[in-house]
């Protein structure tokens, strides 16, 4: 079975610094790789996935993620964050050719200072 | 643009009821999910369907059911409400190998 790791639950920041949130998958064979952004009160919303293709995916809102297939990592970034990205961020994967039912990390809280 | 609608954004009930929660999906997918969210838990996969009248368990189906008479609709049920029930609920739609999209989620609470 797959499992996904967001090593950081919550993740401090001060406004306008970069931000790194991390995500590590297991897996064993080709995987789709997603990100989505959960704002308070609201549901999930895609930020950005990985299908295939370049390693380096861009998402909405300034953030892209980078594909490490050899450290089967796939982390979030972004170079200067706002106040509006505190948020609920939460990974996720699956493979091709699979049933297509994501396994979910357990999210990190992005809290963005002023 | 998509959309997923949940019914209720909030909801009170007491325990021993039987609730009804509602999602519909305007995009036409096959696939629908129920999840409940809780802090430090994430998101745990309750049922999900393929297809009209398909219904398959999740990670943690105990306690619910499910219905899908229509390709739009997907209810979950609580057959007789507990306060561990008490949580976060999420809709999703899919067609194939895309992203899910999500509803905007309904907070219920058993008292």
């Known amino acids: 079975a797959q499992s996904v790791t967001q090593l950081d639950s919550q993740v401090p920041v001060f406004e306008e610094a970069p931000v790194e949130l991390r995500c590590n998958y297991s897996?064993?064979?080709?995987?789709?790789l997603f990100w989505y952004v959960q704002y308070p009160n609201q549901g999930l919303q895609l930020l950005l996935k990985?299908?295939?293709?370049?390693?380096l995916v861009k998402g909405i809102n300034g953030f892209e993620a980078e594909f490490n297939k050899s450290q089967t990592s796939f982390h979030l970034r972004k170079p200067s964050v706002h106040i509006s990205d505190t948020a609920e961020y939460f990974c996720?994967?699956?493979?091709?050719?699979?049933?297509?039912?994501?396994?979910f990390g357990r999210g990190t809280s992005l809290i963005v200072h002023p | 643009d998509v959309k997923v609608t949940q019914s209720s954004r909030y909801l009170v009930k007491r325990t021993g009821e039987k609730v009804f929660l509602e999602c519909v999906q305007d995009?036409?997918?096959?696939?629908m999910f129920w999840y409940r969210q809780d802090p430090g838990l994430g998101l745990r996969l309750i049922y999900f369907?393929?297809?009209?009248?398909?219904?398959e368990k999740g990670d943690i189906p105990e306690g619910y059911s499910v219905s899908r008479e229509k390709k739009e609709r997907f209810s979950l049920i609580l057959e007789s409400a507990s306060t561990n029930q008490t949580s976060m609920y999420l809709c999703?739609?899919?067609?194939?190998?895309?992203?899910?999209?999500f509803g905007d989620g309904t907070r219920l609470s058993i008292l």
């Open positions: 995009m036409d997918h096959e696939n």
């Open positions: 996720a994967t699956y493979s091709s050719g699979g049933s297509y039912i994501p396994t």
């Open positions: 990985y299908l295939s293709g370049s390693t």
């Open positions: 999703a739609s899919q067609r194939g190998s895309q992203p899910q999209h």
């Open positions: 897996s064993s064979v080709s995987v789709y």
């Open positions: 369907s393929y297809d009209v009248k398909m219904k």
